[in-house]
């Protein structure tokens, strides 16, 4: 199994970048994909983007489409959300979270270990 622990969130103004990073304990990192999602106050937790085991493979969410990138370094049990182009609206604490689906899943469901989260703030 894997724990993930997320880092790098902050307040940043719209328009600008913030680097998520995962660092996920446990030998068999390589075997999991791992995804991002995000939950807004009173909002559900939604699917931000997703890469498979191997790091070949990626999805995203309209939303962040063009705007995130996410990475993974299996060397360094780590993987890595790059937000560009920062919204008000992607205000949130950010999870990240392991899946052993094939393909690649963008349900929470689908995701069987979780860190604590990290807080976005997104000023105007």
């Known amino acids: 199994q894997v724990q993930p622990v997320e880092s790098g969130g902050g307040l940043v103004q719209a328009g600008g970048s913030l680097r998520l990073s995962c660092a996920a304990s446990?030998?068999?990192?390589?075997?999991?994909?791992m995804g991002w999602f995000r939950q807004a106050p009173g909002k559900e937790r939604e699917f931000v983007a997703a890469?498979?085991?191997?790091?070949?493979?990626?999805k995203y969410a309209d939303s962040v489409k063009g705007r995130f990138t996410i990475s993974r370094d299996n060397a360094k049990n780590t993987v890595h959300l790059q937000m560009n182009r920062l919204k008000p609206e992607d205000t949130a604490v950010y999870y990240c979270?392991?899946?052993?689906?094939?393909?690649?899943?963008?349900?929470?469901?689908?995701?069987?270990?979780w860190g604590q989260g990290t807080q976005v703030t997104v000023s105007s």
């Open positions: 890469v498979s085991s191997g790091g070949g493979s990626t």
């Open positions: 979270a392991a899946s052993q689906s094939i393909p690649v899943v963008t349900t929470l469901n689908g995701y069987e270990y």
């Open positions: 446990g030998r068999t990192f390589r075997e999991y994909a």
